[in-house]
């Protein structure tokens, strides 16, 4: 028996594309086991065991093996960012690591573990065990690019990204998030290839440019394989879009009554969360565009330091919205409690328009839906995610934000009219569809994804 071990990272993006990819291998090599690796952490991720049942029964050939929890005291972490605790947390599973892949080995040969980007400490692991690492990027190939490169631009500066006005997650050159994401890109290189969740007619300048060896400046670029879009069904949380009967969210139920492309939807990821202040210029901004809308409200984050990596509680609208706003929009608008099925909301005939936060599962979804976005980036690579999306590939507006990040209610209705009436909103719905229709292209047979599937494998056989 041949097997692949797939280790995510516990996020909820980071998982479900890893998920997705061991479906896809599946799929069109039947033969290889599959078995993913699963950390629980003790932070918020978004809701992760609803969407892994789910898998487990649609996908009986998947298994998933828990590893043991560990033990990481929040409060003593002192930088601001969850990549830092993610890194971390990581680290620490070497042990249980080691002791599930001998466990594996013993019945069958592993060909392959493929580790997300915040897994690069599972390398040595994996090289004391003879077995080869690829890495799954779960973002684009023009931020891989970046991370490839950004060794170079580390050794030729002493200031700090944040000062160089590079949309990175890693902006302060003191954080310890920093240090761990300058590690990671320097092993980058040093794996037996990088997956992608792309496809080339997506971002051609960039694959071209890593393929060519441009972003490794002091070493060779090992093998990239761009195999996607790869974006998962829906159901990966029971209950949300505000119930509904026979199991049917209720926010696709509003949905099947409303005309044909007139529904601009607002969601903004597993993780994404604003101020009261910020939700209220958000439902303000709304109203006063007089447009249809379906949008997903959470809670703000919490004050309180110890638990600003914990979920926050379900959102009281009525206190957190302007007063009378459900009442006012009742006829147009519909305002769902902290979830919705997203890419089932994409792919609805009555959706015309996407405000997001630029992760890039949520960049695929929409790009797969052919559906034109409004970019309002918040957190890890989404501002570099943003540049892409409007500036290289032209496939959205951009939310304008004040230095705090703050968007008014005036920008909001500007925003939203521009993507649903102008002239420029109605060329990037074009440049959508066209590209919906290439990435259904690159995964057809013969199509680019498929291709670089096929030699993914062949590197795995041929060792």
């Known amino acids: ?76 972490f002192h930088s601001p960012h969850l990549e830092t605790l993610v890194f971390e947390l990581l680290r620490l599973n070497n042990p249980n690591l080691h ?23 599972a390398l040595p692991v994996a090289a004391q065990l003879n077995i080869p690492s690829y890495y799954f990027f779960t973002s684009g190939a023009a931020c891989l690019a ?14 700090s990204f944040k000062d160089l006005n590079i949309h990175l997650p890693m902006l302060d050159r003191e954080d310890k998030a920093y240090e761990f994401f300058l590690d990671m890109s320097v092993h980058l290189p040093r794996s037996a290839g990088i997956i992608i969740n792309t496809f080339e007619a997506l971002e051609p300048r960039a694959v071209k440019a890593i393929s060519d060896g441009l972003c490794v400046v002091d070493g060779l670029t090992p093998p990239i394989f761009c195999i996607g879009p790869l974006i998962a069904a829906d159901g990966r949380s029971s209950g949300g879009g505000g119930g509904g009967a026979g199991g049917v969210p209720e926010c696709l139920t509003w949905l099947d009554s409303q005309p044909k492309r007139s529904v601009l939807f607002l969601c903004f990821g597993s993780l994404g969360l604003f101020s009261e202040e910020q939700l209220k210029e958000i439902a303000i901004g709304l109203e006063r565009s007089g447009k249809r809308f379906m949008w997903v409200v959470r809670s703000p984050p919490s004050g309180d330091l110890s638990r600003r990596f914990l979920p926050p509680a379900d959102p009281d609208l009525n206190s957190l919205l302007p007063d009378g706003f459900l009442d006012r929009t009742r006829e147009r608008g519909f305002v769902v409690k902290t979830w919705a099925p997203q890419v089932a909301v994409l792919n609805h005939d009555s959706v015309g328009w996407f405000v997001t936060h630029c992760g890039w599962n949520s960049v695929l979804e929409a790009v797969c839906a052919g559906v034109p976005m409004a970019t309002w980036p918040l957190y890890a690579e989404q501002r570099f995610n943003r540049v892409v999306m409007v500036e290289e590939l032209k496939l959205a507006l951009s939310m304008e934000e004040s230095e705090e990040g703050f968007v008014t209610a005036t920008e909001v209705e500007k925003r939203v009219r521009e993507l649903m009436e102008s002239e420029e909103g109605n060329g990037l719905r074009l440049r959508v569809m066209a590209m919906k229709e290439a990435a259904e292209a690159a995964m057809s047979d013969g199509g680019s994804s498929r291709t670089a599937l096929t030699e993914l494998v062949k590197s795995w056989r041929l060792g």
Not at 4 to 12: A, D, E, N, T
Not at 109 to 114: G, N, P, S
Not at 151 to 158: E, R
């Open 1 to 76: 028996m041949e097997s692949v071990v797939l280790y995510p990272s516990p996020g909820m993006g980071h998982l479900i594309s890893m998920v997705e990819l061991g479906n896809l291998i599946l799929k069109h090599h039947p033969s290889f086991s599959i078995t993913i690796l699963i950390v629980t952490p003790p932070y918020n991720t978004g809701s992760t065991a609803p969407y892994l049942s789910r898998v487990s029964s649609t996908f009986p050939s998947i298994s998933f093996l828990h590893l043991p929890t560990i033990s990481l005291p929040l409060d003593s």
């Open 99 to 121: 002791q599930a892949l001998l466990s594996i080995s013993d019945h069958s040969t592993v060909r392959a573990l493929i580790i997300d980007f915040f897994c690069t400490a």
């Open 146 to 159: 970046s991370f490839l490169y950004f060794p170079f631009i580390h050794n030729q500066t002493t200031k």
